[in-house]
Nanobody
Framework: QVQLVESGGGLVQAGGSLRLSCAVS????????MGWYRQAPGKQRELVAS???????NYADSVKGRFTISRDNAKNTVYLQMNSLKPEDTAVYFC??????????????WGQGTQVTVSS
């Protein structure tokens, strides 16, 4: 059983900041990529930011310069620091981890999502 537990979402005014955390636990090994996706009402889920095992980040154009993704491999935790938030950042944010299961098969795992609401 693999669990991804997200925290840090909430309500913030435009221009404010939030920090999301996602702790991964259970039978997952050799975690390669970790990332954050978001889904706004009526829209498809989209990649916000990802980070590989070497710490190399990748960002959606819409969040470059405002969001920072980081990870602590020792704690199997990924973070998303979100600054200069805009109303269009409002969405449910999902954590994702890509790693091997107990049968050494690569699988993608998802968290339950955390709501981020930015008021104008």
């Amino acid at each position: 059983q693999v669990q991804l537990v997200e925290s840090g979402g909430g309500l913030v005014q435009a221009g404010g900041s939030l920090r999301l955390s996602c702790a991964v636990s259970g039978s997952i090994f050799s975690i390669r990529g970790m990332g954050w996706y978001r889904q706004a009402p009526g829209k498809q889920r989209e990649l916000v930011a990802s980070i590989d095992a070497g710490g190399n980040p990748n960002y959606a154009d819409s969040v470059k310069g405002r969001f920072t993704i980081s990870r602590d491999n020792a704690k199997n935790t990924v973070y998303l620091q979100m600054n200069s938030l805009k109303p269009e950042d409002t969405a449910v944010y999902f954590c994702n981890a890509f790693g091997t299961d107990s049968d050494y098969k690569w699988r993608s795992y998802w968290g339950q999502g955390t709501q981020v609401t930015v008021s104008s």
